[in-house]
């Protein structure tokens, strides 16, 4: 057994200590009471603890919480705005519909200006805030392009209000998770001291803060950020993590309230004989979601090119948000009131879900290759409701005896068509799960996302940020060869 002097030595210098020279065995009183006195110094949880880590730990919490109750603040104006904005733009079309003479001239001068004023401020003022913002928030964390992160949030906030207001089919999530990022790189860089390898953990928590933020989804966030952003994972960037969403969703609850996003009306688990009926809702998500990647990556290539008129798309644009406003008003913008019907029990039948399917997937392709500012989450989740709705009704009309829940379906192909154009099938599950409060449709929502997973590998789509991000990296790849080739 070690001497009691030794294992004092040992714990005494483990303590971060050093004794100004060894006394031996005699003076073992002096190294025990001089010992407990350092013990006495610390709580008894911090003792043998790194204080450079413990402090790196409690800046890191604070930087989060901060971040937090910054998204979340964000977060609040920016639904409030985009909400107004919609209700002004729904008054105004109720207004021109009363004089069909000169109304659709009015429709359309306000389509017209919405898309042209939010393209024009992220063409001139800050390109990256073009559409969601996930693409270019993980090329950053990839450290292969600078974050201009108060130029991007204020572009982000306005871009996207003007764009929605004129009718654009646009969403909140991508913007969200945008400025959230930027307001974590914004935290990193005015922070007290120089910490930029804690840079990219703030951003990536800022990301899934606003997430958490838009949703009222604080897993979903956290989820998000692990499953998509692609960031690693260790247990302080969790915590960072998770604490900014909490503090995003907080503040979010406090003002907005305690509501889930989409209202689902009471409904049950649906029965085990039922579940082979979801996977189809699966397989055609994955297919189309495959197709809407292949048409945005095609409609932004074509309308990137520098012999076709910006100015001649955003006028076709503004046309048919013209046309679909004046006949099917509640088709524009985000979707989110028109999803709140579906599930309330507003009757759809097949062949006009088929109509809005086909509507909503042109207006959002056309929306999101105009060049403004705007997210994809929930334009996605429109069409994911429509496709479940669809399967749904058509299992009722050819099988009546199922007594099949149409609403049930919308939901669950809200997840799976959101997994087979992302591939975030963790993701989507959990982000209907907080949406719609409905924690019955687990496993049909784990068939239908893990089957589009599964379909879309096999029919080899590309995660849709993913390749937006390869598209974005190899257009300024080429901007740069034609730069050095005219120098």
Known sequence: ???????????????????????????????????????????????????????????????????????????????????????????????????????????????????MLSATLVIRIAPEAAGSGIPHLKIVLQGRRPFRWLRVLIVKFVSTVVGVTGGLVLGRGGPSVHMGGAIGQGVANLWPGKHSEDRPILLAAGGGAGLS?????????????????????????????????????????????????????????????LLPAFVPVGILSALLGALFNRSLLTAQSLIGLRSWPRLAWWLILASMVTVVGWRFPTLL????????????????????VALFFLIRFILTIGSSSSGAAGGLFIPILVLGALLGWGVGETIRLFLPEL?????????VGMAAYFTGVVHAPLTAIVLIIEMTGNYTLILPLFIACFSALLVADWAGSLPLYEALLENDWRKDRFKRVIDRIRS
Request: glycine content about 8%.
């Open 1 to 115: 057994m070690a001497p009691v002097v030794d294992v004092a030595r040992v714990e005494y210098q483990g303590n971060g200590l050093t004794p100004l020279q060894d006394y031996g065995k005699t003076d073992r009183h002096l190294w025990i009471s001089r010992l407990n006195a350092s013990r006495r110094e610390k709580p008894a949880w911090a003792r043998g603890r790194s204080t450079p880590l413990s402090r790196h730990r409690h800046r890191l919490m604070a930087q989060a919480i901060l971040i937090g109750l910054l998204t979340g603040a964000v977060a609040v104006c920016f639904h409030l705005a985009l909400d107004y904005g919609e209700l002004l733009r729904n008054r105004i079309l109720d207004f021109a519909r009363r004089y069909p003479e000169w109304g659709p001239s009015i429709v359309l001068s306000l389509a017209l200006i919405g898309v």
């Open 213 to 273: 933020a838009a949703f009222n989804s604080p897993l979903a966030g956290l989820v998000f950020v692990l499953e998509e952003l692609e960031w690693r994972f260790a247990s302080l960037e969790f915590f960072t993590t998770a604490v900014a969403c909490l503090a995003a969703d907080m503040v979010c609850r406090a003002v907005l309230g305690q509501y889930p996003t989409f209202h689902l009306a009471s409904a049950g688990s649906p029965p085990l004989t």
């Open 333 to 352: 913008g985000s979707g989110q009131d028109f999803v709140d019907g579906m599930l309330e029990g507003s009757a759809l039948p097949p062949e006009a």
């Open 403 to 411: 007594n099949v829940d149409s609403r049930l379906f919308a939901v």
